[in-house]
């Protein structure tokens, strides 16, 4: 760990021998050591491509690609290769509401319905008492990614992904416990629309982007090619195709470069400027990485060099060996990101990579031990080691459900009983139709990547695979009355990300 007497002992060399260029040798081996373990992570873990950029005492001490921007064209990432970086980009729209907070435009505790009139939620109270704060820090009383399925590979605007969480009862109290919501942040974007009159893609191009000249970084992935200096997204080493996340605005939509993400960490450092241009206040600052909403985070003792964790409003936030850590993660399909910065060190990084995957997590780890610590904890072993008894454990779980399938049992109807419109509330429309012999599913507002042909499982429950290689194999029971009528199914597909078990898929037109 750095003490203040290592502090006073750096300098007291300095001083003594003026010795420039040996600390500035004692650092590169240092970052040579660092570089050597993150070329051995990104082999071990088998990732596609990475970018790290690292921020000290305000100046880029690290900055360097590992891998392939696509695994097809084996085309290098650099520092300047643009990723998706899906939730950092919550910072951003949080940092958004703070400059439009100077401005005198709104206060962080108004009313949402105040500025967008139209938002509704399950509950009326809710709807009625949701504040600007409320919607950054994750208190709604929906869970963990509620309503995520209303957007995700979707074509539905932003407006009206907000429009359907009505539908979605909350499962918690108001304001009682966290539970994150990438639908609360949509809502955020359309109050930054409502309130400037402009999309939240050009109000922060406006006031962060183009002040920060971070000149790679932009809202949508709709006019990517592989000409461009683009990281592919990768599922098991293959990369696939870009699903359009346009639709989530603030929760997730941004791409940008290691090299433009360091403008953003230091504007973090230096509390709202950066080369003596404002973009948010230093109070305002102050609110962003202040506690909101209370994590848990073990027994009293300390877990992990962690005491306490918490939300801010478009950050985490923790203690590591005494000093508050600030950050935020991102993930979709084919890309895992991570920002993180530490004032009192006056310590920034950013971690890109074009796959979901441990060593996002393993590096952070090893960062900030590399800083903060004197650990020489491998926890890119630890990580890889845990993904490999994860991959033992789903084994074991297919092979269980595989067993517990009755082969013998047959379908209650014919095939034709089974067709026709289904539809849940908040996500919408279903068809089940006949396809060269076989029952065929499609969930409408997502046909592209969800539709699959049916297999008899057992009973009244058929197999699914859908057309989207992030997720894995799934099951469609249908609901059968006293009449022997098809009246809905359900969709059992274990997944963290999507609550497809909360979909409740009621027959509204078709076969009997």
């Known amino acids: ?14 001083v003594l021998f003026s010795s420039v260029p040996v600390i500035a040798q004692q650092q590169e081996k240092d970052y040579k050591a660092l570089e050597k373990y993150i070329e051995k992570a990104v082999d071990d873990f088998e ?58 435009k709104l206060n962080w505790d108004d009313k949402v319905i105040d500025h967008y009139s139209s938002f509704q939620m399950y509950d009326p109270y809710i709807t009625s008492e949701m504040t600007i704060r409320d919607l950054l820090c994750h208190r709604s009383g929906l869970e963990t990614f509620d309503g995520d399925l209303i957007w995700y590979g979707s074509n539905r605007s932003r407006e009206e992904v907000v429009s359907r969480i009505k539908y979605r009862k909350n499962e918690n109290s108001f304001r009682s ?8 942040y949509i809502t955020a974007t359309e109050v930054v629309k409502a309130v400037t009159g402009h999309s939240w893609d050009a109000f922060i191009n406006e006031k962060i982007f183009q002040p920060l000249g971070m000149t790679s970084t932009n809202t949508t992935n709709s006019t990517f090619d592989k000409g461009m200096n ?7 080493g293959k990369p696939v195709n870009f699903i359009n996340y346009d639709n989530t605005g603030g929760a997730a939509a941004m791409n940008t470069s ?44 300390k877990i992990g060099g962690t005491h306490f964790s918490s939300y801010g409003l478009g950050w985490f936030l923790k203690d590591v060996e005494g000093m ?55 926890w890119a072993q630890l990580y890889l080691d845990y993904e490999k008894k994860q991959a033992v454990k789903k084994e074991m779980a297919d092979s269980i459900l595989d067993a517990s399938r009755i082969k013998d049992s047959k379908a209650s109807l014919q095939l034709e009983a089974y067709t026709g419109i289904y539809e849940d509330k908040m996500y ?3 068809e089940v139709e006949i396809k060269d012999g076989k029952l065929f599913v499609t969930l409408l507002p997502t046909a592209e990547l969800f539709h699959s042909s049916m297999e008899h499982w057992h009973f009244d429950t058929f197999k699914i695979e859908f057309n989207d290689p992030f997720l894995p194999p799934g099951f469609v029971t249908f609901n059968i009355d006293s009449e022997g009528n098809s009246t809905g199914f359900t969709i059992d597909l274990k997944n963290p990300d999507f609550h497809f078990y909360k979909l409740d898929f009621e027959k509204v037109e078709g076969g009997k």
């Open 177 to 184: 416990k966290f539970g994150y919501s990438n639908v609360m």
């Open 324 to 378: 508050k850590v600030i950050q935020h993660g991102g993930g979709l399909p084919g890309f895992h990101s991570k920002v993180v910065f530490v004032p009192e060190d006056s310590l920034g990084y950013v971690i890109l990579a074009n796959q979901i995957s441990g060593v996002v997590g393993a590096l952070d780890r090893k960062i900030l031990d590399f800083f903060l610590t004197d650990s020489d904890k491998d």
């Open 47 to 104: 990732i596609p491509g990475i970018a790290i950029g690292i921020i000290k005492n305000n100046e880029v001490v690290f900055l360097k690609g590992f891998g392939y921007r696509n695994t097809d064209t084996k085309k290098k990432v650099d520092e300047n290769t643009v990723f998706g970086i899906a939730s950092c980009s919550k910072a951003f729209t949080a940092a958004s509401v703070a400059i439009l907070v100077d401005e005198g």
């Open 258 to 301: 290691a090299s433009d993400l360091l403008k953003w960490v230091q504007l973090m450092l230096d509390k709202g400027v950066l080369n003596d241009t404002l973009i948010f206040s230093k109070k305002q600052y102050y609110t962003l990485v202040s506690p909101q909403t209370i994590l848990p985070s073990g027994a009293a003792e």
């Open 428 to 430: 919408g429309q279903a």
């Open 230 to 236: 683009i990281a592919w997204p990768h599922i098991a």
């Open 1 to 14: 760990m750095k003490t203040q007497n290592h502090f006073y002992t750096v300098i007291l060399a300095f």
